[in-house]
């Protein structure tokens, strides 16, 4: 799960993805905050404008956050043919010099602490991971997490989360799990345990546990898991119950791999 401001999270684990504010619970997989990047048909569908046919090669949630981080002469140099045409790994590389070339620039032109600064190196993580490149999206994350831990502690909860995430794809359990216990007390208090935040925090907390081989602490998690999800019946979660239980599902099904 990754977030931009909003929250999501994936079956596999959670991430945040923007820098910014209000937040919305999502499910599924990635940690957002404040644009809600779920998976939803209706989303897919309104993601890529018809102007934009060019771009639909661009997973839909990941163009929500590159079109709030772009301009439309960037955005246009995305769907110029010489791109869309080539390989869906030309095609990534191309999305992750784009990202890295959008943040040198308003580091340069804004300074390195400038909100819109700070949005740039948040898509660019998530490019970063969405293109299999974890080692230089963790870099991009604790560049952020620096600034924001200074100037915005909400907005550093997101970053924390996307950086547990780039860590647990490279076998760095014993920091994720650091990183997801110093994590899950701040979002059960801000949002409830039964929250999708909360939730998708604790599934990277099992991941980080069962890749240690500490897997009695990881079923024990698990189990913990269960009850919060059954208890999003009926409450301000419940649309997110059964994606909640689908996605732990697959968590702990893993454990016995």
């Known amino acids: 799960m990754l977030y931009t401001v909003s929250l999501q999270c994936t079956p596999q684990s959670t991430r945040l993805v923007n820098s910014g504010a209000t937040s919305q619970p999502s499910s599924a997989g990635i940690f957002q905050w404040s644009m809600r990047m779920t998976t939803s048909s209706n989303l897919a569908a309104s993601a890529i404008s018809p102007n934009n046919k060019s771009l639909n090669w661009i997973r839909p949630?990941?163009?929500?956050?590159?079109?709030?981080?772009f301009t439309k002469a960037e955005l246009n140099q995305l769907g110029q043919p010489l791109i869309t045409n080539e390989t869906q790994t030309g095609k990534t590389k191309a999305l992750e010099t784009l990202a890295a070339d959008s943040v040198v620039a308003k580091e340069t032109s804004l300074g390195p602490d400038h909100?819109?600064?700070l949005g740039a190196m948040h898509t660019l993580g998530l490019v970063q991971s969405e293109v299999g490149s974890p080692a230089r999206a963790e870099q991009t994350w604790r560049k952020m997490l620096t600034i924001r831990e200074r100037d915005s502690p909400y907005s550093a909860?997101?970053?924390r989360s996307n950086l547990g995430f780039v860590l647990v794809e490279q076998g760095k359990y014993q920091e994720a799990e650091e990183?997801?216990?110093?994590l899950l007390p701040a979002l059960q208090k801000r949002y409830g345990k039964e929250s999708p935040q909360a939730l998708g925090t604790l599934r990277q907390l099992i991941e980080?546990?069962?890749?240690?081989?500490?897997?009695?602490?990881a079923k024990s998690l698990v189990e913990e898991g269960f009850v919060l999800v059954g208890g999003m019946g009926g409450g301000k979660f419940t649309e997110y119950q059964q994606e909640e239980l689908e996605a732990l599902q697959q968590v702990a099904a893993r454990l016995g791999e």
């Open 179 to 182: 990183i997801a216990r110093q």
């Open 208 to 217: 980080a546990v069962g890749g240690q081989r500490r897997v009695e602490d």
């Open 157 to 159: 909860l997101a970053v």
């Open 61 to 69: 949630q990941l163009f929500v956050q590159i079109k709030s981080t």
């Open 115 to 117: 909100e819109d600064t």
